[in-house]
């Protein structure tokens, strides 16, 4: 073909082309139908296309991949994907599947929490870490997670490759840092650590000093090992606990100590705390390794020391008979420790001088013991023949009889179990009332015993020296009285009758009145004060009707005998009560008359306060009885109320009887007061008692009080309960042993 021919044939076909375009089409498609097809074409695969969300427009993927990566560039190189669907306008699954795609093809992309992240973007913040580094001079991967809310594990993998060629630092794995910085750390510890003359926290290092937390031990052992800095690190290698300690303090220290222990002879556990030693125990061990010493608990003590006290101790029985070890003994040691000394101290004194230990922490020799007991014997043989003039006395109990003295002097064998009914049958079928005799009581011991020792005797050596002799005491001279009785020498005087033959009561002279209504001021002030110490009112109410019922009567009614008898009233009732005292009032001329009337309507509904103080003001207008404070009598009245409690729980085999007086005697130990309560209220003072008693006991006086009550709901109430003597007896030693059932902060 020519090329003329050629460029006919284009000139034809352009005039063709030209005549199509100008002539208007017949047949135009909508809009919708191109929808359709194109719907179709995409059914068929024939084409990949993507719409969007507005139905309008149709996208290629080739077309979607370039926006994508035209929206990664024109965010730097990070980009939400939630962001790409509101840009781009196409539906958040084609989004991710295509950005998908891209960075699995692209190894320069990543996607990090729903963000496209570029290799460019990594670059960025490098230079901006660096840039953060130069500044600060270290840099952590925990603040650049805050600052590029970017996971810590990412970062990681950005920054490890870069450190070094953008990043110009060290990286240990959490924190970027820079050699000046780090010189920078080391000189300010060292220079701290140099200037201390004294233990120093590295917490406050930290916060003081604005020191690195992470890298601080690190920098401490290089300081270390170079000998830059010359001490050692105590506690844990834990910014809370650590303490670096300096030598020359440490030297200090030592010398201290050894001087103190060479001074005095002992090392308190607690001091040495205070001052920073954490182990004291092996602390001595190590500094006085060649020193003879006795550990303890809570301190330790030299033995040349140990010995120079039983030197002192040795003194002071051979003058005294009693030495008190706590006094000798440095003040800080805990009461264990003081108690464990004292039997080392009885143990070594054996050699020289024989003893006792009493209350755990007194020595009291034999001699002492032996002077005191034959103190008595005059006394006993004197005694012996007064009490031998009286009318059916009983000597004492022996296996199972009694011995008792007869109208005749011989001996009367009767079984043991009569002793309870003798009060009554005795009275019926016999004129001889039997009298128990003993040679002394508690409160004449006591008196004895302070006037032999001359001085305060502390209350738990007072109760250990009455429980040694008393019995031994009473013992004897029961035997002594025994032999008598035996050998017939015993002198019977009539005792005196009234006309009817019975016994005559006795009358109270004004002076034995007055000491009963003192004794009972103090003693119902302290019943007073005990039972206010209750929270619940119903119990105070409860505990002040008894009160008023009982003590408050009955000092009533022995002031009312003695005005009565003085104005020559007859009294034919010996238990007298509202009624019965009323009648006798009525009789009673002014200014008595109206003292009484005031006085015993006031034991029907008025306070136990306000009835005391009646009663102190009708004794001093009646009995001319001024009473004024003494503590000293107080201390006594409580001490009187605790030994006849002791006595009376000792001697007691009714199983709520021991109960009641087991808890008024752990009430008294726990409160240094005395209450005066009926058995129905033991349920409540336990319940009062239950914060200062140990778990364990309170527990067993819980169970003893619900199988009293159990048994009480099943005899009759003229029965003994069928209750174990084992768990009467275990009540009964919690009573008697109340303190050592306390919490040990408890009084």
Not at 30 to 36: D, G, L, P, Q
Not at 554 to 577: F, S, V
Request: net charge negative; with cysteine.
């Amino acid at each position: 073909m020519s090329s003329s021919t050629s460029w006919e044939e284009i000139k034809k076909l352009a005039a063709d082309f030209q005549r199509v375009q100008l002539v208007e089409s017949s047949y135009k498609l909508s809009e919708r139908n191109c929808i359709e097809i194109i719907n179709k074409l995409i059914g068929l695969d024939l084409i990949n296309l993507y719409h969007s969300t507005d139905g309008k427009e149709f996208i290629t993927q080739k077309h979607l991949e370039k926006e994508i990566y035209d929206e990664i560039f024109v965010h730097d190189g990070r980009i939400n994907i939630v962001e790409l669907q509101s840009l781009l306008n196409i539906d958040i699954s084609y989004i991710e599947a295509k950005a998908s795609e891209i960075i699995k093809d692209d190894p320069n992309l990543t996607l990090i929490l729903g963000q496209i992240i570029s290799k460019d973007y990594m670059n960025k913040i490098s230079e901006e870490i660096n840039e953060l580094l130069k500044e600060k001079g270290s840099v952590s991967v925990a603040e650049l997670t805050n600052i590029y809310s970017l996971p810590g594990d990412f970062l990681y993998q950005v920054i490890k490759p870069r450190v070094g060629e953008i990043i110009k630092g060290n990286f240990d794995g959490n924190i970027i840092f820079t050699h000046n910085y780090i010189n920078h750390q080391k000189a300010l510890l060292s220079g701290v650590l140099e200037a201390s003359i004294r233990p120093i926290r590295f917490s406050q290092l930290i916060k003081e000093y604005s020191l690195d937390q992470s890298m601080i031990f690190e920098i401490f052992d290089e300081l270390i090992a170079s000998k830059q800095i010359n001490g050692k690190l105590f506690g844990s290698r834990q910014v809370a606990s650590a303490v670096f300690v300096p030598d020359f303090f440490i030297k200090a220290q030592d010398q201290y100590i050894q001087a103190f222990f060479k001074q005095n002879g002992y090392i308190d556990f607690s001091t040495l705390k205070k001052i920073g030693i954490t182990e004291p125990d092996n602390y001595v061990k190590s500094l006085f390794a060649t020193e003879d010493i006795q550990f303890l608990s809570s301190s330790c003590i030299s033995n040349f020391f140990i010995e120079q006290l039983v030197q002192e101790i040795e003194e002071q029985l051979n003058k005294n008979g009693i030495s008190e070890t706590m006094q000798i003994l440095p003040s800080n040691l805990s009461e264990k420790d003081v108690a464990s000394l004292t039997s080392t101290f009885c143990q070594k004194l054996k050699q020289n001088i024989d003893c006792v230990i009493m209350a755990e922490t007194y020595l009291v020799s034999r001699n002492f013991i032996k002077d005191f007991q034959n103190k008595f014997q005059d006394q006993m043989e004197s005694k012996s023949k007064e009490d031998l003039t009286k009318k059916n006395i009983v000597l004492g109990i022996k296996s199972e009889t009694l011995i008792v003295g007869s109208l005749d002097g011989k001996p009367v064998i009767s079984s043991k179990s009569s002793k309870s009914k003798s009060k009554s049958k005795s009275a019926q079928e016999s004129d001889n009332v039997a009298v128990e005799i003993v040679f002394i009581d508690k409160n004449n011991l006591i008196n004895q015993l302070k006037l032999l020792v001359n001085e305060d005797i502390n209350d738990d050596l007072m109760d250990s020296l009455v429980e040694y002799f008393l019995k031994p005491l009473n013992s004897q001279y029961l035997d002594l009285l025994k032999s008598k009785v035996e050998k017939g020498l015993v002198t019977i005087s009539e005792t005196e009758q009234s006309a009817d033959g019975k016994p005559a009561p006795k009358k109270l002279t004004i002076k034995e009145v007055q000491e009963k209504v003192k004794f009972f001021l103090i003693q119902g002030k302290i019943f007073d004060k005990a039972l206010k110490l209750f929270t619940s009112q119903k119990v105070q109410d409860q505990l002040n009707k008894h009160l008023l019922k009982t003590s408050c009567s009955e000092i009533t009614n022995e002031m009312l005998k003695l005005i009565a008898n003085e104005q020559m009233i007859q009294i034919t009732d010996e238990n007298l009560n509202s009624d019965s005292r009323n009648k006798i009032i009525q009789k009673l001329k002014d200014p008595f008359k109206q003292n009484f009337v005031e006085l015993n309507q006031s034991l029907t509904n008025q306070s136990c306060s306000e009835v005391i103080d009646l009663i102190e003001k009708v004794a001093k207008e009646c009995v001319e009885l001024a009473v004024k404070k003494d503590p000293k009598r107080e201390k006594e009245v409580i001490l009187q109320l605790r030994e006849s409690t002791k006595a009376s729980l000792n001697e007691e085999k009714d199983p709520a009887t021991v109960l009641q007086l087991a808890c008024l005697l752990i009430f008294h130990s726990s409160t240094n007061l005395f209450l005066n309560a009926p058995g129905r209220c033991v349920p409540n003072i336990l319940e009062f008692l239950q914060p200062n008693l140990k778990e364990e006991a309170y527990k067993k006086l819980v169970n003893f009080q619900n199988v009293v009550i159990e048994n009480a709901s099943k005899h009759k109430t003229d029965e003994i309960a069928n209750i174990s003597a084992e768990l009467v007896e275990e009540i009964r030693y919690i009573g008697l042993n109340a303190k050592q059932h306390l919490h040990e902060n408890k009084n």
